[in-house]
C-alpha cells in the first residue's frame, strides 16, 4: 500500500514561507523520485518540484524557480518543499507523489495521491 501524508499548509502573507512535508510509506523511497504538484480552484493540477532518487537532482516548474527547494531525507522516509517569497498564485492544495520529467515538463509517475495539504497565501 503506497501512501503519502502531507502537511505544513496553512495561511501566510505574501512574501512569507512555510515548509511542506510528505510522509511516505508502503514503497522503498530511496528507489523513486517524488515530486510536489499543487491544485487551485478551477485550474488543473501543476508539476512544482521533483527531486531524483539515484542522484538527487531536483527539477523546478518556472513558476517555482528560485523560491521553492525540494529536498529529501530518506532515513525518515521524508520528502520536504520549503517555499520562500509566497504569491497569492502560490494559493491551492499541494500534493506529494512520485513524479517523473518528460520533455521538460513534471508529471505524476504513478496515480497515488495523499490529501493534500492546503496554502492559503493572502493579505
Known amino acids: 500500500q503506497v501512501q503519502f501524508v502531507e502537511s505544513g499548509g496553512g495561511l501566510v502573507q505574501p512574501g512569507g514561507s512555510l515548509r511542506l512535508s510528505c510522509a511516505a510509506s508502503?514503497?522503498?523511497?530511496?528507489?523513486?523520485?517524488i515530486g510536489w504538484f499543487r491544485q487551485a480552484p478551477g485550474k488543473e493540477r501543476e508539476g512544482l518540484s521533483c527531486i531524483g532518487s539515484s542522484d538527487g537532482s531536483a527539477y523546478y516548474a518556472d513558476s517555482v524557480k528560485g523560491r521553492f527547494t525540494i529536498a529529501r531525507v530518506n532515513a525518515k522516509n521524508t520528502v520536504y518543499l520549503q517555499m520562500n517569497s509566497l504569491k497569492p498564485e502560490d494559493t491551492g492544495v499541494y500534493y506529494c507523489?512520485?513524479?517523473?520529467?518528460?520533455?521538460?515538463?513534471?508529471?505524476?509517475?504513478?496515480?497515488?495521491w495523499g490529501k493534500g495539504t492546503l496554502v492559503t497565501v493572502s493579505s
Open positions: 508502503g514503497f522503498t523511497l530511496d528507489d523513486d523520485a
Open positions: 507523489t512520485m513524479c517523473e520529467v518528460q520533455g521538460g515538463k513534471l508529471y505524476w509517475a504513478m496515480d497515488y
